[in-house]
């Protein structure tokens, strides 16, 4: 028989243990977000909204969650995992972006400066007014101002980008700046022979402007664009995967990309097509576009700029450059802002879109005010939300733009719009 003592322990014993705190879940990547996640991803390979997708979330400095579901090539049958490089398109851009931000800390240009300053190729520039309707020649007019450095790192200098625009778009075909065999030089050239298609400083028209801050690091920094970018920013971050050329025998790890048809079926993109700008290596390294890479290379990217501009002990920026980055550089009164509104709530940074408000509708994408964010023509995304210290990194290889896998995604890690 036991002691009254004994019992009197477990008695003790279970009033504590009954009467304890539950612990509860912090942050952001919950168990109830990763099964959301898990079930978001599984069911865009399911439903054929992608062929393959992998997302890779990082919270407070650790890993919390990754996820590789279906097929980087299909055809193939090669699964989409943690190695696939991916075509990142305009992802190529913040990194552009904070190459020319290292030169901007050594005072080598203002935001405010004129172009021209430092590219003479974009002086003398005059702006589209129209085409005669009896003669049939373009009307054109001078520049308001001249445009500034601010204007190509948010989208507002005015280049033209339309080729079936009446009149400007045939000068557009015929410069063909943006030819891959162009180098950096050639292009500002071109493009400086083009009226603008609006006097700069009035409108956000994405275009061109990211491949003109490549020029002008090149100008600037009086080295090769692609050789300033892997010094400054990419192999200081360790990102070794993420380059324009992708040598021989790293490319059966490149994802196939998909086009997604009229009847919601899936169909490769001749890897001919698809991989040609990044299987040779070309005079011109666009700054817009260009760039592969994987999602734990892109990740340290992402882990820099959450971290104010350090990684790992490197520092590639200040806190305060990134926060400059991260602010809203877009005047109210700038209303013609093409489709940046369909990013939701959100104002244009230094190579970011920037989240000012909280969604204002269950259509819209979840996220937090502060963040700041950029994705790619094959839909794949990034984001930095500074307040829960999350940075995500999502693949997929699907054409055209398929905002609704951004949104499922970005449902999945917040959870769902709520009502107030």
């Avoid at 919270?59 to 090539?73: I, Q, S, T």
């Avoid at 989409?80 to 901007?104: E, F």
């Avoid at 075909?173 to 030089?185: E, M």
Wanted: negative net charge; glycine residues 8%.
């Amino acid at each position: 028989m036991k002691s009254p003592n004994f019992l009197i322990f477990l008695l003790s014993a279970c009033v504590l243990a009954c009467s304890a705190p539950v612990k509860q879940e912090t942050g952001i990547v919950t168990d109830a977000a990763k099964s959301r996640l898990d079930s978001a991803l599984t069911d865009m390979v399911e439903s054929g909204m992608v062929a393959g997708v992998s997302a890779l979330i990082y919270e407070k400095g650790e890993e919390v969650y990754f996820k590789a579901e279906g097929f980087a090539d299909r055809e193939a049958q090669n699964p989409m995992d943690r190695n696939t490089i991916a075509i990142i398109y305009s992802m190529t851009k913040p990194v552009t972006g904070v190459a020319l931000m290292t030169l901007y800390e050594k005072g080598a240009f203002q935001l405010d400066d004129p172009l021209e300053k430092y590219a003479p190729e974009f002086a003398d520039m005059q702006v589209f007014a129209g085409v005669d309707s009896i003669t049939g020649e373009i009307k054109l007019e001078p520049l308001a101002r001249p445009i500034t450095i601010r204007d190509i790192t948010r989208h507002t200098a005015g280049f033209a980008i339309d080729p079936n625009q009446p009149g400007l778009g045939e000068l557009v075909k015929a410069a063909d700046a943006g030819n891959r065999n162009n180098t950096l030089v050639q292009m500002a050239e071109k493009m400086g022979k083009v009226p603008l298609m609006f006097q700069p400083g009035t409108q956000w028209a994405y275009g061109p402007s990211v491949d003109v801050q490549a020029f002008l690091v090149e100008r600037i920094s009086g080295k090769p664009y692609g050789e300033y970018v892997r010094e400054n920013v990419l192999d200081p971050l360790g990102m070794k995967e993420s380059r324009y050329f992708v040598p021989e025998g790293d490319r059966d790890r490149i994802s196939a990309v998909y086009r997604k048809e009229q009847d919601g079926s899936l169909s490769q993109v001749p890897d001919s097509l698809a991989h040609s700008f990044n299987t040779q290596e070309w005079p011109l390294t666009p700054g817009g576009f260009g760039l592969t890479s994987t999602v734990d290379d892109y990740m340290k990217f992402a882990q820099m700029l959450v971290n104010g501009g350090t990684y790992k002990g490197t520092t590639i920026l200040k806190p305060e450059t990134v926060k400059l980055m991260a602010t809203s550089q877009l005047d109210e009164n700038i209303t013609e802002r093409m489709w940046l509104p369909s990013k939701g709530q959100v104002g244009f940074g230094i190579d970011f879109a920037v989240r000012l408000r909280e969604p204002a509708s269950p259509e819209e994408n979840m996220g937090v005010v502060g963040e700041f964010f950029w994705d790619g023509a094959a839909s794949t995304l990034f984001w930095v939300d500074p307040e829960n210290e999350l940075t995500a990194v999502l693949f997929v290889q699907v054409m055209p733009f398929a905002g609704q896998v951004h949104k499922r995604f970005r449902d999945a890690v917040y959870g769902s719009y709520r009502e107030d």
